[in-house]
């Protein structure tokens, strides 16, 4: 497997997109990409529905902040590589592929180039995922290789499954999101995906109450921006959420089962959740744990 390679293309009306997708090595130019229903998943369905391939170059051994932008997820029309510019203060320099008409960064250690094939499959999977678990054998895209570039004692960049990196670049990104859409209902102060749920599955969120519903409103809004994640709890803005301890104390002195609990099943989950039923569903809860 490459599980660090950020998959870079272009699309006439929304323009460039840059991110990571794991890719399962089938033999020498031939690998087999993992495609979630996100922003270069439309992409490749626009370019599949005119019967065409979709060029892309995957690029392994960025900068952080390269990284970073390539895991952030929001609008389709947003260019991650213009984000990393802004991270890295600085305009970041791209070069031109040899057989595909996009553009990588210039620092890249390596490129590939290739077209990811309309109406073709292989098997992709099972792969070690987030959760410390396997996640299942899929039917995937298939993208052919049509050329590799590298810089001269190139270093290649991997990403351990489930490990420390793997987990922040995957769920860091989704809490800017979270926090963007429990704004619109009360007050944030902060937001965690937590370490013990994997950074994906559990949240922690810190609010300053202005009135009586805002805990509710706020695990609503929170499951409706992550749909993968499955508890959620609410907090005051005098819990540190970084805390584990002090989120459970909040839990415990001012969380009323019968109350402050919201239980919504049959919701669609995360693929990754191992205890998800049939096509993923599962039962979200969220946590009121504020003052009343």
């Known amino acids: 497997y490459i599980t660090s390679g950020v998959v870079i293309a272009k699309d006439?009306?929304?323009?460039?997109?840059?991110?990571?997708?794991?890719?399962?090595?089938?033999?020498?130019?031939?690998?087999?990409?993992?495609?979630?229903?996100?922003?270069?998943?439309?992409?490749?369905?626009?370019?599949?529905?005119?019967?065409?391939?979709?060029?892309?170059?995957?690029?392994?051994?960025?900068?952080?902040?390269?990284?970073?932008?390539?895991?952030?997820?929001?609008?389709?029309?947003?260019?991650?590589?213009?984000?990393?510019?802004?991270?890295?203060?600085?305009?970041?320099?791209?070069?031109?592929?040899?057989?595909?008409?996009?553009?990588?960064?210039?620092?890249?250690?390596?490129?590939?180039?290739?077209?990811?094939?309309?109406?073709?499959?292989?098997?992709?999977?099972?792969?070690?995922?987030?959760?410390?678990?396997?996640?299942?054998?899929?039917?995937?895209?298939?993208?052919?290789?049509?050329?590799?570039?590298?810089?001269?004692?190139?270093?290649?960049?991997?990403?351990?499954?489930?490990?420390?990196?793997h987990k922040l670049l995957m769920g860091m990104p989704q809490e800017p999101r979270i926090f963007e859409a429990v704004q619109k209902v009360t007050n944030v102060k902060n937001v965690c995906l937590t370490k013990g749920g994997c950074n994906w599955l559990h949240g922690v969120i810190a609010i300053r109450k202005i009135s009586e519903g805002d805990g509710k409103n706020a695990i609503i809004a929170a499951l409706a921006a992550h749909p993968s994640m499955k508890h959620v709890i609410i907090v005051d803005d005098d819990i540190d959420i970084f805390d584990i301890n002090k989120v459970e104390y909040a839990v415990a002195t001012r969380f009323q089962g019968d109350k402050d609990l919201v239980i919504i099943k049959g919701a669609k989950g995360s693929s990754l959740d191992p205890s998800s039923g049939k096509g993923n569903t599962t039962t979200k809860l969220g946590f009121d744990a504020t003052r009343k």
């Open 12 to 165: 006439k009306e929304h323009g460039r997109n840059a991110s990571i997708h794991r890719l399962l090595v089938l033999s020498k130019n031939k690998l087999a990409i993992r495609l979630c229903e996100r922003d270069l998943y439309r992409y490749y369905k626009k370019a599949e529905r005119e019967g065409k391939p979709l060029e892309i170059a995957i690029a392994i051994g960025l900068h952080p902040a390269i990284l970073f932008s390539a895991a952030f997820s929001y609008s389709i029309d947003f260019d991650e590589l213009s984000l990393a510019s802004s991270l890295m203060n600085k305009p970041l320099e791209l070069v031109e592929c040899e057989t595909v008409e996009i553009e990588v960064p210039k620092e890249s250690e390596i490129v590939i180039e290739g077209k990811i094939l309309p109406e073709v499959r292989e098997w992709e999977g099972p792969f070690l995922d987030i959760t410390g678990t396997f996640d299942i054998k899929r039917k995937q895209p298939i993208i052919e290789v049509t050329n590799i570039m590298h810089r001269r004692n190139a270093i290649y960049h991997a990403l351990l499954p489930a490990g420390e990196e």
